[in-house]
């Protein structure tokens, strides 16, 4: 019972935390985040296993880990309120090549991070060339290009 | 689920397989549920299926988990009733078989001295004021797993009061 209530209490400490202090904080974008999530994973190593060298135990605390993470996933799938406060919402960084600075500044993303993004999912060279930036509830950011020139655009544009 | 409905996609779908492998998915995670309210019940260790108590009425009881895990701290507590031990001293014994097969960690009070038998050690503790309750704490950490049986009991006499209780231990 003891690694049970362990488990459970270090995933809503984590939860609570990674939640507040924002989506970005650990999305694995620079080497030094990578190295951040090893360290944070060796400090709260012993707060959860305690002095046990059993399997047993081990094996409880993931099944407990792995368990609430569904449970709650499931929860989240019927109250879509409940999915909003845990995971956040979308956000739109850049409207047609022009950023929206507030929004940037508060999500703490900056220009940068958006070309950056779009180089390497499109291999886009201007901020201009971007329609939308999008900060995802996963704190990825997605971009989607301007238009090309296709037959459906030139149709779209004609229309317009 | 239907047949490919991607022709022009390059993939080896096998539908029969998935539906297979999503039942095993959702029996699996049931069966994974059961054993997490085992183990919340104790049958892992430590919970309310796991804590168990040996007693000699009016004499001896002993506490101990009856499920415990390999190299995990683990308590006995043993409580002598005020009239058990009449004298200054409480001898108190434990099998070696059992504590040949636990790390004793500490014990709470410390005894003033251990007296070695064939089959026994014997815990001599000085009792400052005879005729109240007295409880020892013993923390251990079990070093095989499998069935473990304990023994222990109250001199003097080798016929004295005695329990016996017996401690599953997981890997």
Do not use: C
Request: aromatic share 8%.
């Amino acid at each position: 019972m003891e690694a049970v209530l362990r488990a459970a209490a270090v995933y809503g400490l984590l939860l609570v935390l990674f939640r507040i202090t924002g989506k970005r904080s650990l999305s694995q974008i620079t080497t030094f985040d990578f190295i951040l999530l090893l360290i944070i994973s060796e400090a709260i190593q012993n707060g959860m296993v305690g002095n046990s060298y059993s399997v047993t135990n081990a094996f409880v605390l993931v099944l407990t880990l792995i368990l609430v993470d569904q449970g709650l996933g499931l929860v989240k799938r019927r109250f879509p309120r409940v999915e909003r406060w845990l995971e956040g919402a979308p956000l739109i960084l850049v409207e047609h090549g022009r950023p929206l600075s507030d929004r940037l500044e508060r999500s703490g993303v900056d220009v940068d991070d958006i070309v950056t993004s779009a180089r390497r999912q499109h291999g886009l060279e201007r901020l201009d060339q971007v329609k939308y930036a999008v900060l995802e509830r996963n704190g990825d950011l997605s971009i989607v290009p301007r238009d090309r020139e296709t037959p459906e655009s030139r149709d779209r544009e004609r229309a317009a | 689920m239907e047949a490919s409905r991607a022709p022009d996609l390059q993939i080896e779908q096998d539908p029969a397989f998935q539906r297979r492998s999503w039942r095993v998915e959702r029996i699996g995670t049931w069966l994974f549920v059961a054993l997490l309210g085992a183990a919340v019940s104790g049958l892992f260790g430590s919970g309310p299926l796991s804590h168990a108590a040996a007693t000699v009425p009016g004499v001896l009881r002993v506490e101990f988990q009856r499920f415990s895990q390999y190299q995990s701290p683990d308590n006995l507590l043993i409580h002598v009733e005020p009239g058990a031990a009449p004298g200054r001293e409480l001898r108190l014994w434990l099998d070696r078989a059992y504590l040949a097969g636990v790390r004793l960690e500490a014990m709470v009070p410390t005894p003033i001295r251990v007296e070695t038998a064939a089959d026994r050690l014997t815990f001599v503790f000085a009792l400052t004021e005879p005729g109240v309750p007295f409880t020892v704490l013993v923390a251990l950490q079990p070093q095989h797993f499998g069935v473990m049986h304990g023994r222990l009991g109250l001199e003097p006499a080798g016929d004295g009061p005695r329990l016996a209780f017996r401690q599953i231990v997981f890997p």
